[in-house]
């Protein structure tokens, strides 16, 4: 029985009853949040609800096996669906102990992952420098437990710290670094105790009570603590430190390190997921999109990858790598994207690379296709601000800072014609609109909350292509 068949008692469809009390939890996020601190801090949150879109990358051992990231260690998970029946959660751990012995990703090449997401109007990466299973994709000190450890075979390769090899690609293009951090970390002695990963029935949280164990846990404090330093000291300019789950951000101190950390990089973002307002400079909802504008900096993560049918319902979803999955069509990116930016948010799109260090050719194909779109639309995007009626219809809306000028992008649905003429939802006093495409004026007349724009007479009838723009002057 699929979850659309799960009618409650009062005949409501469940499916609907969830969406929406996912859209009360965006809407208690948004009200739960308060502003950074400083000036400094302010500063780099205008810069990064600039950006708008991020280029989320899900990287560690799990991409080998294409397979959910860490939590198939997690026994009281829902990864089982992807191993073949009757797969014991024994063997499954076994086989996750052994994966950094075979992690030899020789066709990296931070180069062309920068090019290329540059192109398609990213303009931030968003980094799993550590995901729960507790893999440091960077040469840290704290640990063997990482890309150049002494048991990796790709340890000697010149790309070996790909954390610094992706900082620097992506910072050298001008794009800036939002750095995923695992609160939770299965590898740790100090989080998961010796011997509690091979026992039946581990769950995500330590394996002990830190109020039981202090000690323990002031251990596994001072271990996330020396491997943000690290990451803050040694690897150039990050503009924000984002903290997902695992366990309680604020029982590990995640505030006081942001603090702390402050001293070396005093601008830096503090995005701790679920936190109530608590270091939590941006809202982070996921894989769910509100349903209309959020007046609170926020930035929505879902992944290009769609998962196939037969996978199921969408929980399903992996930000790792998957081998037999179907990606967005450029189409469907920048029609998300549109919507996120329009309702006020920034667009974090997960693309997970292959074990080979590529990323997938069909993602890369696609993204191809939206940098040409990109080429004459990305400056209505990157820079702006909502603007009402933010999204209406098959419009999306977005205007430069200063207000002067609104754009209202139109959504082109497949098989859709360029029309002689459009009913622009408007609801100010336009001066004059341009056809973003060729940047040729247009004729419109106002009435009421309405333009009624001519298209361009020599576009009618051709075929619409992702979407099109009326730039319109504001009086
Ligand atoms: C979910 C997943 C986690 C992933 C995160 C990214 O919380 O469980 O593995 O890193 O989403 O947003």
Request: one cysteine or more.
């Amino acid at each position: 029985m699929s979850a659309k068949d799960i009618i409650n008692e009062k005949g409501l469809d469940a499916q609907e009853i969830a969406a929406a009390k996912r859209q009360e939890a965006i809407r208690k996020q948004a009200e739960g949040y308060t502003y950074p601190a400083t000036p400094l801090q302010r500063e780099t949150l205008e810069w990064f609800m600039d950006q708008k879109f991020g280029l989320m990358v899900h990287w560690g051992l799990y991409n080998q096996m294409g397979m959910k990231e860490s939590w198939p260690l997690v026994d009281k998970a829902w990864t089982k669906w992807q191993f073949k029946p009757g797969t014991t959660n024994r063997e499954v751990k076994e086989m996750y102990a052994q994966l950094h012995r075979g992690f030899l990703p020789l066709r990296f090449d931070p180069d062309e992952w920068a090019d290329a997401a540059y192109a398609a109007g990213f303009r931030y990466l968003c980094f799993t420098t550590k995901h729960h299973d507790g893999f440091c994709m960077w040469d840290t000190k704290t640990t063997d437990y990482k890309v150049t450890g002494s048991e990796v075979p790709y340890r000697n390769n010149k790309n070996a710290d790909i954390t610094r090899a992706l900082f620097n690609a992506f910072r050298g293009r001008g794009m800036g670094i939002s750095l995923y951090y695992s609160r939770g970390d299965f590898s740790c002695p100090y989080y998961w105790e010796e011997g509690y990963a091979m026992r039946d029935g581990t769950e995500r949280v330590p394996s002990y009570d830190p109020d039981q164990k202090p000690e323990k846990w002031k251990k596994f404090q001072e271990y996330t603590y020396a491997q943000l330093k690290e990451l803050v000291s040694d690897y150039g300019r990050i503009d924000a430190l984002w903290y997902d789950g695992g366990c309680d951000g604020v029982k590990l101190g995640v505030p006081e390190m942001t603090e702390k950390l402050r001293e070396i990089q005093p601008h830096m973002l503090g995005i701790m997921r679920g936190g109530h307002g608590v270091c939590e400079d941006v809202i982070t909802p996921e894989l769910v999109f509100p349903d209309g504008y959020v007046n609170v900096p926020w930035e929505v993560c879902t992944v290009m990858a769609k998962p196939l049918e037969e996978y199921g319902e969408s929980r399903y979803t992996s930000f790792g790598y998957t081998y037999d999955v179907d990606y967005m069509t450029a189409k469907e990116v920048a029609h998300m994207l549109l919507d996120v930016v329009s309702k006020g948010g920034n667009l974090a799109l997960n693309i997970a690379p292959q074990p080979d260090g590529r990323l997938p050719g069909r993602a890369l194909r696609e993204l191809a296709v939206l940098s040409e779109w990109m080429k004459v639309f990305a400056p209505a995007i990157h820079g702006t601000r909502a603007a009402a009626p933010y999204r209406t219809g098959k419009f999306a809306y977005t205007r430069t800072k200063d207000g002067r000028r609104v754009h209202a992008f139109y959504l082109y649905d497949d098989g859709e014609r360029v029309a002689s003429e459009y009913a622009v939802p408007f609801e100010g006093r336009a001066r004059r609109v341009t056809d973003m495409r060729t940047g040729g004026e247009l004729a419109f007349v106002q009435s009421g909350n309405t333009l009624t724009v001519q298209s361009d007479a020599e576009r009618v009838g051709a075929p619409g292509d992702i979407a099109d723009c009326f730039a319109i002057e504001v009086e």
